[in-house]
Nanobody, 119 residues
Framework: QVQLAESGGGLVQPGGSLSLSCAVS????????MAWYRQAPGKQRDLVAT???????NHADSVKGRFTISRDNAKNTVTLQMNSLKPEDTAVYYC?????????????WGQGTLVTVSS
């Protein structure tokens, strides 16, 4: 069983910053790509940023220059640093990890953490 636990969401004013963290736990051999997605009310879930096991990153155009994804392979964690937040960044943010387990490859999602950007 592999689990992802997210933390760090909350209410922030426009222009503010938040840092989201996600920790992977359970029984697995390795973690491949990790990512953050978000889903605003009434909208589909969209990719925010990805990071490979080697540290290569990709960020959606809407967050480039404001958000930064990083990971700590020793701690099995991924972080999303969000700066210059805008009201349109309001969403539930989900962590994703591709992990290798005994039976093969598994894509695992966190439960989501709400980020609200409002004055």
């Amino acid at each position: 069983q592999v689990q992802l636990a997210e933390s760090g969401g909350g209410l922030v004013q426009p222009g503010g910053s938040l840092s989201l963290s996600c920790a992977v736990s359970g029984s697995f051999f390795s973690i491949h790509d990790m990512a953050w997605y978000r889903q605003a009310p009434g909208k589909q879930r969209d990719l925010v940023a990805t990071i490979t096991s080697g540290g290569a990153t990709n960020h959606a155009d809407s967050v480039k220059g404001r958000f930064t994804i990083s990971r700590d392979n020793a701690k099995n964690t991924v972080t999303l640093q969000m700066n210059s937040l805008k009201p349109e960044d309001t969403a539930v943010y989900y962590c994703y990890a591709g992990v290798v387990v005994r039976t093969g490859f598994l894509g695992v999602w966190g439960q989501g953490t709400l980020v609200t950007v409002s004055s």
